[in-house]
């Protein structure tokens, strides 16, 4: 099992580059393609990259998979907490989302059928932090694979914005952005 697994990790972070750095793929897109990936090989029913801007304690989901958007806007993990564990870099293992007083709102999550949370938090650039959560329907104690690939995943997420980034600066100082 383990080789499959690492067969589908390579895989998955091949087929991730390939997409950042084609130019005619959207952000959005990329972004989706790397949650849905997260979720669905290591099991979960769904993932979330939330990015934080400086100046701010609002994070905001940029791309969702497996997750109703009644459950997003849920606001069931406590986002200050969130704000300052993802400032930290620390990682996040909920395992029991009955028992965890991070949970603000357990009838969403009970809703939503999910029991436990794996949340990595990502420096994208100087001023924006980001988090990809992947939730899980049980109780979960990750692999240490699964946590390279959701680091992995994650790193690739912030490459991906930052691309888009530079490509939107050195596409608006280009002569044909100005009609030349």
């Given at each position: ?90 990682v996040i293992i909920i ?86």
């Amino acid at each position: 099992m383990k080789n499959v697994f690492m067969d589908s990790y390579f895989f998955a972070l091949a087929r991730v580059i390939d997409a950042i750095y084609r130019d005619d793929e959207e952000l959005a897109d990329i972004l989706h393609f790397i949650v849905s990936l997260a979720a669905e090989l290591t099991g979960a029913k769904g993932a979330t990259l939330r990015v934080l801007e400086h100046g701010t304690f609002d994070l905001k989901v940029v791309s969702s998979y497996g997750l109703s958007q009644k459950y997003l806007e849920s606001g069931a993990i406590d986002q200050g907490r969130s704000v300052t564990e993802i400032i930290n870099g620390d990682v996040i293992i909920i395992n029991d989302f009955e028992n965890d007083k991070r949970i603000q709102n357990r009838d969403a999550a009970e809703r939503e059928g999910l029991r436990a949370v794996i949340g990595l938090p990502f420096t994208v650039n100087e001023t924006t932090y980001s988090i990809l959560r992947v939730y899980f329907p049980t109780r979960k104690v990750p692999m240490q694979e699964e946590m390279e690939l959701l680091n992995g995943l994650g790193r690739l997420s912030c490459l991906a914005i930052n691309n888009a980034v530079l490509r939107g600066i050195r596409d608006a100082q280009s002569p044909l952005s100005h009609g030349i």
